[in-house]
Structures are given as C-alpha cells and as structure tokens.
C-alpha cells in the first residue's frame, strides 16, 4: 500500500491557476491507476481525474478543458494543474492510488489496497 502526501494548495482569485502535486511511497507506484478526488462542505466526494499507468485520462465534465492530470513516475509523483479556475472549485482536493486487481490477487488478497492522501485545501475567491 502506498502513502501519498498532497500539497499546492492555497487561495486564489477567480480565472487563477494552481499546481497540486501527490507524493507516493511505496512499492509499484508506476503501475497503479492515479485519481484526484474533491470535496466541498456539505456535498459528497467526487472523483475530478483519473490518470492510469500508460498515461491515459479522463476528466469529470465540471473541469474538462480546465484541469490536467500528469504523473512522472521518475519521481512518484502525480500532478493536478488547474486553470481558469472558478469559486465551486473550493474544496479539499485528495489524491487518491488504487492498486490493480491482479496485483492484489496474486498476493493472495481479497481486495485491492485503496490509498488516500490527507488532502489540500483549495480556495477560489474575489
């Protein structure tokens, strides 16, 4: 199971940018399929991108053409660039590693590891 530790984030106005990153540890860290999560007070969590090993990615509709996802496995890191960003964009964002199945079979477990970062805290503002 990998730790993961987010940063970058911070307040910014309105059409602002930001970089957040998600540092892993762990073994294997190449070969799992990456997500960044937000939530806002009172709503449930969403899913915001998703970015597998080969460098496929997909996007919740609310940030496409918005937001980027990237890894650099060099490095274990996954990032999260935002632009043009707008105030339902506040939330706690959590980068997010699930293990695959394959891999959590052949080590004889029920079901894949499931890793959460503690989060940071993004803020849109005027």
């Known amino acids: 199971q990998v730790q993961l530790v987010e940063s970058g984030g911070g307040l910014v106005q309105p059409g602002g940018s930001l970089t957040l990153s998600c540092v892993a540890s762990?073994?294997?860290?190449?070969?799992?399929?990456m997500n960044w999560y937000r939530q806002a007070p009172g709503k449930q969590r969403e899913l915001v991108a998703v970015i597998t090993s080969g460098g496929s990615t997909n996007y919740a509709d609310s940030v496409k053409g918005r937001f980027t996802i990237s890894r650099d496995n060099a490095k274990n890191t996954v990032y999260l660039q935002m632009n043009s960003l707008k105030p339902e964009d506040t939330a706690i964002y959590y980068c997010?590693?699930?293990?695959?199945?394959?891999?959590?079979?052949?080590?004889?477990?029920?079901?894949?590891?499931?890793?959460w970062g503690q989060g940071t805290q993004v803020t849109v503002s005027s």
């Open positions: 762990g073994s294997i860290f190449s070969i799992y399929l």
């Open positions: 997010n590693a699930n293990e695959p199945e394959f891999v959590a079979t052949m080590a004889g477990r029920s079901s894949p590891y499931d890793c």
